[in-house]
Every structure is written in structure tokens, then in C-alpha cells.
């Protein structure tokens, strides 16, 4: 956890080093007032590495104290910089159960299954035109489905309930690559693209079973239309 945080510092680093190279290079462009109107939807594609807040029992038995789950976000922006957007991912584990007795791995495999939901409001500052770094804030409710494949015992399935907060950093890629914006924005309608980082802290309900609270960061491609 701790590798993952100081490597998702240094990529803020040096972003932020980046931006302002580049800032310095477009300056009139980065303070012009952005021209309306913004972008009305968004569709994100990220990868995500979720640590539990219990982490010590979950390597017991998955090896791995980490869940990496892929996933889809489709947003809609009722005003402007305000996304409203669902999340939903999809990740699985494989291990061993734990003997009662021995304290050790057995021989019967077991398979988690995990689907994370999530409904969230979401503001980005984006305030100037092709603004090359994006802060954004936010927060919202998680509904996760879980389901566990035992080999030789019953399965167990259910799910929890809790909310979450966000912070993030979203780098425009246009800004990277001129050349690409006007094919993806006359063919596919795409505005903006980015390259988006964000930190996403969840707590869910701990009764039955396993807490799956945690902290999550992820890695994205967010295309605003």
C-alpha cells in the first residue's frame, strides 16, 4: 500500500512539472476564459488497485492484499463541471480457505467474485481553455456485490452498502498531441480526452462478514463528448 501511494505521488510530481513546461509554453491559451458550450456526457474506461482497510485477512487467504478491478463510468453533466456519474467495475481472486484448527492454507480453492457500483457527483475545475491539468472532487454512494465459490462448501454471496470520496487529476491529452483532436472530435464527437488519476476512499457496512472498506487508485482514459 504504501509502494502504491508513493508511486501515485510521483506521477502527480511529475505531471505537475509537465504542466508547467507546458504552461509556460501556451500561456495566453491556458488563461483564455473556455468558450461555451462544455461538454455535455463523459466515458471513462479505468483500472483500479483497491486496498482493504483489513488487508492482513484478506492475504490469508488470496495471497494478495489488493483487489484490481476493471471497469466502465458514464457520466452527464447537468451543469457545467458538475458530473453525475455511475461507476461499475468488475474484479476476481482466486485462493484457498484457511483450516480452523492448523491456521494453514487447505486444499479447497475458493473464488471471489467482486462487482463494485457506484452512483457519484463528481466536480471538475476545469475554468480555462485546453486547461492542461484538471483537479477534481467528489463524493458518493457504493453498492457492491460479492459472491464467494467454495470448491467443496457451500458458495456465499451478498453485498454492502456505504458511500465513498474522491479525489483525482486528470492531464488533457490534446494538449499532448494537438494533431488527434479535430479527427476524434469530427468523427466520434469526442471533445476532450484525458489521462485521469484518482484516489477514491470507500466505507462500507462491516456486518456480515468481511469489511471491504478500503482506498482505491486508479488509472483512466476519460473522454468527454
Known amino acids: 500500500m504504501k509502494l502504491g501511494k508513493f508511486l501515485f505521488a510521483l506521477v502527480i510530481f511529475f505531471l505537475a512539472v509537465g504542466s508547467a513546461r507546458s504552461q509556460q509554453e501556451a500561456k495566453e491559451d491556458y488563461f483564455a476564459k473556455e468558450k461555451e458550450p462544455k461538454s455535455h456526457s463523459s466515458v471513462e474506461v479505468w483500472y483500479s ?76 475545475f476545469d475554468f480555462f481553455h485546453e486547461q492542461f491539468l484538471v483537479p477534481s472532487a467528489g463524493a458518493g454512494y457504493d453498492w457492491w456485490y460479492f459472491k464467494e465459490d467454495n470448491e467443496f462448501s457451500d458458495d456465499v454471496e451478498g453485498d454492502k452498502t456505504g458511500w465513498n470520496a474522491t479525489a483525482g487529476l486528470a492531464v488533457l491529452l490534446d494538449r499532448v498531441d494537438p494533431s488527434g483532436k479535430l479527427p476524434l472530435e469530427q468523427d466520434f464527437g469526442i471533445e476532450n480526452v484525458f489521462l485521469n488519476f484518482e484516489a477514491r476512499w470507500t466505507s462500507l457496512t462491516d456486518k456480515d462478514g468481511f469489511d471491504f472498506s478500503g482506498i482505491g487508485y486508479s488509472a483512466s482514459l476519460l473522454f468527454e463528448f
Not at 481472486?93 to 475458493?110: A, F, H, Y
Open 49 to 124: 488497485y483497491y486496498y482493504f482497510d483489513q488487508a492482513k485477512i484478506f492475504e490469508e487467504f488470496f495471497d494478495k492484499t489488493y483487489l484490481d478491478p476493471v471497469g466502465i463510468t458514464v457520466g452527464w453533466y447537468p451543469v457545467r463541471n458538475l458530473d453525475l456519474q455511475v461507476r461499475a467495475g468488475y474484479a476476481q481472486r482466486q485462493g484457498t480457505t484457511i483450516g480452523i484448527k492448523s491456521g494453514l492454507p487447505s486444499e479447497e480453492d475458493v473464488t471471489l467474485t467482486v462487482i463494485p457500483v457506484q452512483a457519484e457527483l463528481l466536480y471538475r
